[in-house]
């Protein structure tokens, strides 16, 4: 059984950072690649960057030259460092990991962090 716990979610002000964390336990599995969703009031999850075992990284336009994501794949660890934070990111964070345990392959979610971006 894989599961995903994150943390580093909080109340930020507008301009601020903050840095989410994430990370896989269990045994038996390997993961091919991580990433990080989120989905505000109302809205439905979005996209936010994830990251292949390779290094290959994606992100939202939305986030793009603000947002990193970067994976320590010896801790089955995610990570997303979040700068120049605006209201408009307001949601709960959620990490994500495609999972290879033996011949089956599973999407995971952690529970969600919440960031609030407000003055």
């Known amino acids: 059984q894989v599961q995903l716990v994150e943390s580093g979610g909080g109340l930020v002000q507008p301009g601020g950072s903050l840095r989410l964390s994430c990370a896989a336990s269990?045994?038996?599995?390997?993961?091919?690649?991580m990433g990080w969703y989120r989905q505000a009031p109302g809205k439905q999850r979005e996209l936010v960057a994830t990251?292949?075992?390779?290094?290959?990284?994606n992100y939202a336009d939305s986030v793009k030259g603000r947002f990193t994501i970067s994976r320590d794949n010896a801790k089955n660890a995610v990570y997303l460092e979040m700068n120049r934070l605006k209201p408009e990111d307001t949601a709960v964070y959620y990490c994500?990991?495609?999972?290879?345990?033996?011949?089956?392959?599973?999407?995971?979610w952690g529970q969600g962090t919440q960031v609030t971006v407000s003055s």
């Open positions: 269990g045994s038996g599995f390997s993961i091919s690649v």
């Open positions: 990251a292949i075992t390779l290094g290959s990284t």
């Open positions: 994500n990991a495609g999972v290879r345990t033996g011949g089956t392959f599973s999407i995971h």
